[in-house]
């Protein structure tokens, strides 16, 4: 999974170094939509998009030292995510950009548990959702190409602080064992996409990668929790920007 993100992400920084000589070198014009966009220095938008909430987990030297855990497996769930945004002119290439916005995922771990009874061995699963409903304020800097007709493409780097609304850090679950996220959390973000001029606005499906810097989970004694020594966050969002109708 990791290496799949990597790759999106430098074939997006690979079209950008390389689309002001592409952009530049084409010799036929078209009308411009919204001539007046880019030379304002503020605008804002929104933003609809898909997710999907991974996480790095680093489990204990030996997890099955812990009770009877014997393997630990994360199982993708999908999620959405929308928001506003708002757009600082910095330079001719160079954006800042400010993204509140909301995500809602969810993620499914397996854990696989070995006991031995009489002298059989037993193997089953037992399976632990964590939902996450988190409220994001990203600080991105975007890097563009320059223009070419009605479209350009740009690179996006920041971070974002995002505070997890659906944490059940610190609650009593009454012996229900949960699996529980601390609320507060930073990542480093990445991504790349394609802006669209049209005629009434600006158009732009961008995909972005997060890798969270803190360990989020919530100690707690049983062993689903005892197993695991970190956890860290990460997200893939497919992105549609509509920007400058606002």
Known sequence: MHRSWRCLFWAGVFSVLQGNDFLLA??????????????????????????????????????????????????????????LLGNLKIHEYINF????????????????????VDTTSLIY????????????????????????????????????YSFDLSSKAGTDDKGGNLLKLRRNDLSYELGWGIDFYLQYFKFSPSLRVSWGFLNVKYPEKHMYSASIERLYSRMLLLTFYFEGSL
């Open 125 to 160: 699963d037992v399976h632990k959702g964590v939902e996450s409903t988190y409220l994001e304020m990203p600080l991105i800097l975007r890097f563009k190409s320059a223009r070419l007709n009605n479209v350009r493409v740009f690179v996006d780097t920041g971070v974002k």
């Open 26 to 83: 084409q010799r036929f014009t078209k009308p411009l939509n919204l001539p007046k966009l880019d030379r304002k220095t503020i605008y804002f938008g929104f933003h609809l998009g898909v997710n999907t909430m991974p996480m790095g987990i680093r489990p204990v030297a030996n997890p099955g030292m812990v009770d009877s855990v014997y393997r630990i497996e994360l199982q993708n769930q999908g999620g959405f995510t929308m928001g």
């Open 97 to 116: 950009r400010f993204l509140p916005s909301l995500s809602f995922g969810s993620r499914k771990f397996r854990y696989t548990i070995r006991q031995t």
